[in-house]
């Protein structure tokens, strides 16, 4: 792998483009770094696929054609070089250390767990976070592959309170239903103590209602799942969909509290570098020059 090109927000997130070789750039993946903040320790998001095949409507990678799964050492090249990047840079602080690798970045996880899984060994004998977490749709034929995994966190794109809402959002057969995904989960996490966090991007007239609130409470079991309500980051338009933020998210956060879940409110840093949730798209070049460093 090596580092095409980087970026940096005025707030200190960075976003690299790193390329499996410099004579393809079209096997490119994008990896984005957040910095320490009074919200978290630094963390940084990667990459596990060339493009993605889930195509899920509010993501630009869902949009790229999918090139193929990362190797093992392609992950870890990515790690090490966005790590030294980073330390020479005098990014990571005093402590000099990554708190979290976050897989979440290009590509659904749970279609590269045996490469993904050689990667986290690494990560653990290198010392190269504290913790490791994944997001994922939930893919219904490599779950059982999570078991061997060890994970510090994982997170569930639920996004939706029924199939028909979740099947035009995320559009892969491989997918787990509503209520299975949760069902499995359920039991993952009364297995092996991983902590479980639904994601839920909250989308103006798509599933934003008083009924889709009520659905979520019946859905979601409150002392198994942590809930984190997502913002919507820019993306480009897709056919016929419109996708908008909803303003709901602060009423949905009150009642979820009220009726006695954990529930987190989440919006992204790093968006104007394109570096927010759903925003990756390996085509760093057509941000303003204004944040390029190299
Ligand atoms: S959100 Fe994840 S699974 Fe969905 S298209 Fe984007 S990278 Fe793939």
């Known amino acids: 792998m090596i580092i095409s090109e980087v970026v940096e927000s005025d707030n200190g997130s960075k976003k690299y483009l790193l390329s499996a070789s410099d004579s393809d750039l079209r096997k490119s993946v994008e990896s984005t770094f957040f910095k320490h903040t009074e919200q978290h320790l630094p963390y940084l998001c990667i990459s596990s696929q060339y493009g993605c095949a889930v195509g899920c409507v509010f993501c630009e990678t869902g949009r790229q054609k999918p090139l193929g799964n990362m190797t093992t050492e392609q992950i870890v090249q990515q790690v090490l070089l966005c790590r030294e990047h980073l330390l020479n840079s005098g990014s990571l602080g005093d402590n000099q250390e990554l708190n979290t690798i976050l897989f979440a970045g290009m590509g659904e996880p749970m279609l590269n767990l045996k490469e993904i899984s050689g990667a986290v060994t690494e990560f653990k004998s290198q010392s190269l976070a504290n913790r490791v977490t994944l997001t994922s749709v939930g893919i219904r034929h490599t779950a059982d592959k999570l078991y061997d995994l060890p994970l510090d966190t994982i997170s569930i794109s639920l996004h939706a309170t029924t199939d028909e809402q979740r099947d035009m959002l995320i559009p892969s057969k491989a997918k787990f239903s509503t209520k299975d995904l949760l069902e499995y989960f359920a039991a993952y996490h009364q297995n092996t103590g991983v902590p479980v966090i639904v ?65 987190i409110s989440d919006k992204s840093d790093g968006t104007e570098i394109l570096g927010g949730c759903g925003q990756l798209k390996s085509q760093i070049r057509d941000i303003r020059s204004k944040y390029r460093i190299m």
Do not use: H, W
Request: proline share 3%.
């Open 199 to 263: 994601n839920y991007l909250m989308l103006e007239g798509i599933n934003d209602s008083q009924e889709d609130l009520a659905r979520l409470k019946d859905l979601v079991d409150k002392d198994t799942f942590i809930i984190k309500l997502k913002y919507l980051n820019e993306v480009s338009s897709i056919d016929g969909i419109i996708l908008n933020p909803s303003e709901e998210m602060p009423a949905f956060a009150k009642a979820l509290t009220e009726a006695g879940f954990r529930c």
